[in-house]
């Protein structure tokens, strides 16, 4: 059962606090993607192969989807403040153990804990929600949501620069020192907020399988989500290894600098997000998954071209994170007191997702290269894209 605190103590969101939120938002998910543009690096210093070291992002994928499932419902049900701090310290930790890892096993142990640690945003997320005046809740949502666009494309740019001047460790440190600073911003400025749940935890995961059960438009954002992530992961985990081949011989900072690149993508995701209030959800996400194909068949004709590459990546982000917006457009309006457990199952759809793309595209890179990436990106792309057709008409029959 659910129940819902009187608002006598409701905190105002100032713009102060909003920014906090925006900027922990940022940097926290960005220490899930700094080891993509490392991973050639990471492999050099452990003496070991590109697909070993691939799965450190594997497994802090893997971590991000566990922490998504078990960790974010609780914030139905203890206080949210206490809960990102705690879990702010967990990142520190993990942080460190990653710099001053002594072999690819530590590496891959400290990813996974980092991962499981990084689910922050997705706290703050609904936390500016419930902070925000309803009239204007969706531009708060907005703002923060900005925050984790930025932070996903800029820290491979980050990561990239600071692994090809100072080394990958470098990268590591230097978060831990962004980390704790943000932990202590949030510890002297972030507002509680008391939970609503009133029932207990096994109860509440047990609410996740019902929602499952009874939404069909979440099981099909979840679907579209996880095939569209699972794209994106495929491309940014080799593009490092593709543009260390002779025909670019370029490093970590080139791989990097393909996040600003994306960036353009996000700012077109985002005015194409506006569309989801003035046409149907459906048809948009429709257009949006057909943006994630054309862009593997961009990628496939540019595996000895840099501006195709930069097209195709441009196609690509915009595809992804339009889909994304669509998609979380849908899911909300579904049943407003359950958004955080809805967004906990559409979330770890999405990663899981990315933990798929991720493996799947190591494994054909050592045996096909690029070409088995351009494949099985655009396989993805392409089921999507045929089952939300085939939903798509049903839906309108019915």
């Given at each position: ?5 009187p ?8 713009m102060?606090?909003?920014?906090i ?15 993509q543009?490392?991973?050639?690096d ?44 705690i ?6 930790i993990?942080?460190?153990?990653s710099?001053?890892?002594?072999s690819?096993?530590?590496?891959t ?15 703050l ?10 009239h ?37 440190y ?49 679907f ?8 994106f ?27 600003l ?16 209030d003035k ?10 998954l ?18 195709g ?13 339009a ?35 991720t ?9 096909y ?12 792309a ?13 839906n309108?029959?019915?």
């Open positions: 059962m659910t129940a819902t605190q608002s006598k103590d409701h905190p105002h969101l100032t102060f606090t909003l920014w939120m925006t900027i922990a938002t940022s940097l926290v998910v960005a220490n899930i993607y700094y080891n543009p490392l991973l050639a990471i492999a050099h210093t452990f003496n070991i192969t590109d697909k070993k070291a691939q799965q450190v992002s594997l497994f802090t994928q893997i971590g991000y989807a566990t922490g998504l499932l078990f960790i974010i419902p609780l914030a139905d049900m203890v206080k949210r403040k206490r809960l990102i701090v879990d702010f310290a967990v990142v520190i993990a942080l460190l153990a710099a001053m890892a002594t690819i096993l530590v590496m142990v400290a990813g996974f804990l980092l991962g499981l640690s990084s689910v922050i945003p997705q706290l997320i609904p936390m500016a929600a419930h902070l925000a005046k309803p204007e809740r969706g531009k708060k949502i907005g703002f923060v949501m900005s925050g984790l666009l930025i932070g996903i494309l800029l820290s491979r740019t980050l990561s990239g620069f600071v692994g090809e001047h100072w080394g990958w460790r470098a990268m590591y230097i978060a831990t020192g962004l980390m704790l600073a943000m932990w202590l911003m949030i510890f002297l400025f972030l507002p509680e907020v008391e939970p609503d749940y009133k029932g207990n935890y096994k109860n509440l995961m047990k609410s996740l399988v019902h929602l499952i059960k009874t939404q069909p438009k979440l099981r099909m954002a979840a579209r989500g996880a095939l569209c992530f699972a794209g992961s495929a491309f940014w985990t080799t593009l490092v290894f593709l543009l260390k081949q002779p025909q670019f011989n370029e490093g970590s900072a080139a791989a990097g600098a393909f996040g690149v994306g960036a353009f993508g996000a700012l077109a995701a985002g005015m194409m997000g506006r569309l989801s046409m149907d959800s459906y048809k948009l996400s429709g257009y949006t057909l943006l994630v194909l054309i862009s593997y068949i961009v990628f496939y004709f540019s595996s000895h071209s840099i501006a590459l930069i097209i195709g990546v441009i196609i690509l982000d915009m595809g992804v994170q889909t994304h917006i669509s998609n979380q457009s849908i899911i909300f309006s579904l049943i407003p007191e359950a958004r955080n457990r809805l967004n906990t199952v559409y979330m770890v759809s999405y990663f899981v997702g990315g933990a798929s793309g493996f799947l595209a190591s494994q054909l890179w050592k045996n290269q690029w070409n088995g990436v351009c494949a099985i990106g655009a396989a993805f392409g089921i999507a894209l045929i089952v939300h057709f085939i939903n798509y008409k049903k309108v029959r019915i």
